[in-house]
């Protein structure tokens, strides 16, 4: 099965550029998420490897066959819409059997792929049913089995989850992730949604403003950020990236505040503050309780940042409290942003 080569992409609208010189690959069989904010460019770049968009520069390669100006029905490429795109006007069966039928397939290989499609997202009763008595998980299975009928190897998805529940995002993502890995598809699949991201990823590519932050597995961005903006995405509560001048007073912080330069940043995410005998001394704004975890907003002087404690916290807004972290669990980033290492020799 084949795997995905993008190679210094670029979309250009005038003077405006969506995707910034972006090169990764998807390997045959796994499942790459696209992750980033409205707007970043991840789902023109899902478009340009469907066909759907023209590439202004760059090459889409599936299989090692290069198909940057082939027609979007002879990629090999099946697609999954956020809006599910089924026809109000058919059942269940006619979607799901639309695309074989436009590409005439014998009708008995039609009805075989159908009853195994069904079965594995579990629509055989449902395959009389029109999309307006259908519920919005239901109606994101009849996209899966579509998919799943047409038997292409690529697998693309442009935020199949964004208009459901929470519960039912939570299902639905476990479902996709099982077909995924039990078809052996190899899949691209596009989300703002870091859940769905760590969760389901085998790689994630961290795109921001057209261009790629980081590219890795999804426990790599998480532990090591390559820059402020990847420590923020991901995490929630997100990172606490505090500007080092804000740090006036570092008596009795020890290691917690490391010698760096004043317009370097230190990280440290809400999980690894501690609440201590000793440490930053902060004044609490609010307390979030979640029943396994309470998440507190504080405040140093200038600093604000977030802790989250373990079970329920007997502290009220106003508290005062010292905070403290290991040394062990600070990320440093300098004046634009990128991971550095404090074991290096450069400051600068």
């Known amino acids: 099965m084949p795997g995905i080569e993008i190679r210094n992409l670029v979309k250009q609208w005038e003077a405006f550029r969506a995707v910034d010189d972006v090169s990764f690959d998807v390997p045959q069989g796994s499942l790459t998420v696209l992750l980033g904010p409205s707007?970043?460019?991840?789902s023109t770049i899902l478009r340009m490897i469907a066909g759907l968009e023209d590439v202004s520069d760059g090459t889409v390669a599936i299989g090692g066959r290069?198909?940057?100006?082939?027609?979007?029905a002879q990629r090999g490429v099946s697609m999954v819409f956020q809006s599910y795109a089924l026809f109000p006007h058919l059942n269940v069966r006619e979607n799901i059997l639309?695309?074989?039928?436009?590409?005439?397939?014998?009708?008995?290989?039609?009805e075989t792929r159908l009853a195994e499609a069904a079965a594995l997202v579990g629509l055989e009763e449902l395959l009389d049913r029109m999309p307006a008595?259908?519920?919005?998980?239901?109606?994101?299975?009849?996209?899966?089995?579509?998919?799943?009928?047409?038997?292409?190897?690529?697998?693309?998805?442009?935020e199949p989850l964004s208009n459901l529940d929470a519960k039912?995002?939570?299902?639905?993502?476990?479902?996709?992730?099982?077909?995924?890995?039990?078809?052996?598809?190899?899949?691209?699949?596009?989300?703002?949604?870091?859940?769905e991201a760590m969760s389901m990823a085998d790689e994630v590519?961290?795109?921001?403003?057209?261009?790629?932050?980081?590219?890795?597995?999804?426990a790599a961005l998480y532990e090591t950020p390559e820059t402020a903006f990847a420590a923020r995405f991901l995490g929630m509560p997100p990172m606490n990236v505090m500007p080092m001048d804000k740090f006036s007073e570092r008596t009795g912080l020890g290691g917690m505040v490391p010698d760096a330069p004043a317009n370097w940043r230190?990280?440290?995410r809400p999980e690894k503050?501690?609440?201590?005998?000793?440490?930053?001394?902060?004044?609490?704004?609010?307390?979030?309780?979640?029943?396994?975890?309470?998440?507190?907003?504080?405040?140093s002087g200038p600093l604000e940042l977030m802790a989250r404690i373990d079970g329920r916290a007997l502290v009220e807004p106003g508290d005062e409290l010292r905070l403290s972290w290991a040394p062990a669990d600070i990320h440093m980033f300098d004046d634009r942003g990128k991971r550095r290492d404090l074991d290096r020799s450069e400051t600068n």
Request: net charge positive.
């Open 273 to 299: 503050i501690h609440i201590s005998e000793q440490g930053l001394p902060v004044v609490v704004d609010a307390v979030d309780y979640m029943g396994a975890e309470t998440v507190l907003r504080v405040h």
């Open 168 to 195: 039912l995002r939570a299902e639905m993502r476990d479902e996709i992730h099982r077909l995924q890995r039990k078809l052996k598809l190899t899949m691209v699949y596009v989300t703002h949604d870091q859940t």
């Open 205 to 218: 590519v961290l795109l921001k403003d057209g261009r790629i932050e980081q590219i890795g597995p999804p």
């Open 133 to 158: 008595k259908l519920s919005g998980g239901q109606r994101q299975r009849v996209a899966l089995a579509r998919t799943i009928v047409s038997s292409q190897p690529v697998c693309l998805m442009d």
């Open 39 to 42: 707007g970043c460019g991840k």
């Open 98 to 110: 639309f695309g074989l039928k436009v590409r005439r397939v014998a009708k008995a290989d039609q």
């Open 66 to 72: 290069d198909i940057t100006r082939q027609d979007a």
């Open 266 to 268: 230190l990280g440290v």
